[in-house]
């Protein structure tokens, strides 16, 4: 019974990484209507950026991830301003174009200037460690990750439903046409969403580099992740999103641990299975 | 006068037959241009130390081989290309490599997951490939010795290595009686755990095998697959995840705690350069307590031959690393093309692979001996802990167990191994 509980923390570990980066997929396209395919790639740029000033330039870790977040979400805002407000007006098909073309070149972009070789930085010496949960050790880190993720969750409820920029971004989201009717300056609100998202997708990559690995290509491997999650949840639903997380992360973890032989397609399966029963996601509609 | 006219004659036919040949410079004596030698390995994402490697080991056996006047006085040339670790972009590049860069040879390949989609392909295209990695026993086993697919040689030591030797290693700690693996999940981690469980089986009866995680390539958290074998309460963990994976891997079970828990780790590949690297300082603080055992399929600190620390001393002059085994492979593979070559005199397939019978040649790691039923070269490597050296900056293998090639290496006719999990 202890190790089907301790699987289910460690799962719900994995469930966190998870929900940083969907939340911010899902943000971006609630209000937005764009399904950013190089989301991942933004958490992939978070991570080579947290390795820069933590793994190679020695600065504390905590600043690191501030870093990697501004620089981050200075990238998301050129995409934004740069490219993706191009093409709100057009066919979906363009979008996917796009940001697949992102995907391309942030990878190229970061084989040219980190080297194509995997980066694995220490462990900060206050995270590394365990401590006795149901008996056997668990790690500090994983702890800090679900902590960490919890306040996201928590702070970006009060985000959207207690602050003044969280209603005028559900107002755009629900009628954009609407919100500039009233006043609303909506390309502000795209740009302002745009770069709070890849903030998210960054914090998640930033988080993950002492124990997880900074290679070219894991934004791909991140983005399959995201996106079943954020259609599981419903796409652009942040409570759905948090929701599938934690199934996905925790069933996982219990697919690893009850039926490893069919690791490779187990999140497929619970995706399949709820799209059987829900085709509009879980908090769609 | 006539008779001057002749000797005019006679001048002028060597001035213009003769001089114009290139004076001193040896021709190609296989009448091409140059010998293209098409390289391939993973070079981007967690694995892609091994293809850089690869490519820095041909680069210096071209170096190396066209400074000193080629084969048989022609150059060599070779194109790298990025198989991605996967099995459609290695025979996309195949392809590309022969037809239309006209490739005479082709070296490299990590996966065994790409090899095996390689090998058919490599008869189409009538080219000989020489594998300096991927290492599943299928490749020769079943794709050349049973399936008579020539165009593979392999230089690389195969699974046994990872499989064989450990049971070798582990059947004489009787303290260990419970396995479990973190394997790879594909083929390389698939065959590497039935063919361990199988041998070790035959001397410990005793043993058992109690749990099984499997990670497909790309896994950014093993966390899961950790805490689900330790859940079995092993002694002892046989992983076969490499490269980045492999340095996420044994951190990630290092925060949960596992070395407290097992008596020994066996990492397949653990002994490669990038790995050694990437765990340095965990290392250098034992926090692994001894417990880490690995393997390779060249390790820079064995044979201890003048030859070996040459070429150690050259690969770090030329690249500032230490060689990883890929490297070692690779180098010694543009060898083995040029000797076979020499003695075949030809490019043709069927004639180098004749070449190649009965071929004997010392390369940085050792002997290595042609084998032509499965056209594995067959070589020794031993296996060992992994510790800190004063005389190396990164950990090494220490503690080597060395056994004798045959003693671990499959041999013909071959028993089947079970490939599925």
């Known amino acids: ?285 | 006068m006539k008779r001057g006219i002749g000797i005019f004659s006679a001048l002028l036919f060597l001035t213009l037959v003769l001089l114009p040949a290139p004076p001193a410079v040896a021709q190609c004596q296989l009448g091409v241009p140059a010998i293209k030698i098409g390289v391939q390995g993973a070079a981007s994402g967690p694995h892609a130390d091994y293809g850089r490697q690869i490519e820095m080991g041909a680069t210096m056996a071209l170096e190396e081989i066209n400074a000193a006047g080629g084969i048989l006085g022609c150059k060599i040339e070779i194109k790298f290309m990025d198989d991605e670790n996967k099995a459609a972009t290695g025979v996309k590049n195949a392809r590309y490599l022969v037809t239309e860069w006209g490739a005479h040879f082709m070296v490299g390949t990590d996966s065994s997951g790409v090899a095996m989609a390689m090998g058919p392909v490599l008869a189409e295209l009538k080219r000989i490939h020489f594998f300096t990695h991927a290492a599943t026993h299928r490749l020769t086993e079943e794709l050349v010795a049973d399936k008579k697919i020539k165009e593979i040689v392999r230089v690389s030591v195969p699974v046994y290595q990872d499989a064989i030797v450990a049971a070798l290693i582990f059947k004489d700690r009787p303290e260990i009686k419970r396995w479990a693996t973190i394997g790879a999940d594909y083929e390389y981690g698939v065959v590497a755990w039935n063919m361990f469980k199988e041998t070790l089986k035959r001397y410990r009866p005793d043993v058992e095998f109690v749990g099984a995680a499997w990670a497909p390539f790309l896994t950014l958290d093993f966390s899961p697959h950790v805490s689900a074998v330790m859940a079995q309460k092993p002694d002892a963990i046989f992983s076969t995840p490499w490269a980045g994976e492999a340095v996420m891997l044994i951190r990630q079970a290092l925060i949960q705690g596992v070395f407290d828990q097992i008596q020994a780790w066996w990492q397949a590949m653990g002994g490669s350069v990038d790995v050694l690297e990437g765990i340095s300082s965990e290392v250098q603080r034992d926090r692994f307590k001894g417990k880490l055992w690995a393997t390779a399929r060249y390790i820079h600190n064995w044979p201890d031959t003048p030859e070996n620390r040459a070429w150690v001393e050259r690969f770090k002059k030329r690249w500032v690393r230490l060689p990883n085994y890929s490297a070692e492979t690779t180098y010694s593979s543009l060898f083995i093309i040029k000797a076979a070559v020499e003695k075949s005199r030809s490019l043709d397939t069927a004639k180098v692979i004749e070449g190649l019978k009965g071929m004997q040649i010392k390369n940085p790691g050792g002997l290595r001996v042609f084998r032509s039923e499965d056209q594995q070269f067959v070589y020794n490597v031993p296996a060992g802990r992994v510790v800190m050296d004063p005389k190396y900056p990164i950990p090494v293998l220490g503690d080597l167990k060395i056994f004798d090639a045959k003693d671990y290496y499959r041999h013909p006719p071959f028993t089947p191994v079970a490939a599925t999990k």
């Open chain 1, 1 to 285: 019974m202890d190790s089907v509980l301790f699987q289910g923390l460690i799962g719900l570990s994995m469930a966190m990484y998870l929900w940083l980066i969907s939340a911010g997929l899902t943000i971006i396209f609630g209000v937005l209507r764009i399904v950013n395919f190089a989301h991942g790639s933004l958490y992939m740029v978070g991570a080579y950026l947290a390795f820069t000033f933590y793994g190679l330039l020695g600065w504390p870790f905590w600043l690191a991830i501030v870093l990697s977040l501004l620089g981050t979400g200075l990238l998301g805002f050129v995409m934004e301003r740069g490219f993706l407000r191009r093409i709100y007006g057009i066919e979906e098909a363009y979008q996917l174009l796009l940001t697949f073309g992102f995907i391309l070149i942030l990878d190229d972009l970061v084989k040219i200037v980190w080297g194509g070789v995997f980066k694995i930085p220490q462990i900060p010496a206050f995270l590394d460690g365990a401590w006795p949960v149901f008996g056997r050790p668990f790690p500090v880190y994983n702890t800090f990750i679900i902590g960490i993720g919890v306040l996201v969750a928590v702070g970006l409820w009060a985000l959207f439903e207690k602050t003044w920029w969280g209603r005028t971004v559900r107002a755009t989201a629900s009628d954009r046409e609407m919100a500039n009717a009233i006043g609303i300056n909506v390309p502000r609100v795209f740009s302002g969403v745009f770069v709070f998202g890849s903030m998210l997708a960054a914090l998640g990559g930033a988080l993950g580099t002492p124990v997880r690995v900074v290679a070219p290509g894991i934004g791909a491997t991140m983005i399959i992740q995201a996106f079943i999650i954020t259609v599981i949840g419903g796409l652009g639903n942040l409570k759905g999103a948090f929701v599938s997380s934690l199934i996905v992360g925790i069933l996982s973890a219990y697919g690893t641990l009850f039926f490893p032989v069919f690791e490779l397609f187990f999140i497929f399966v619970i995706m399949a299975v709820v799209l059987l029963v829900r085709p509009q996601g879980l908090f769609a509609g």
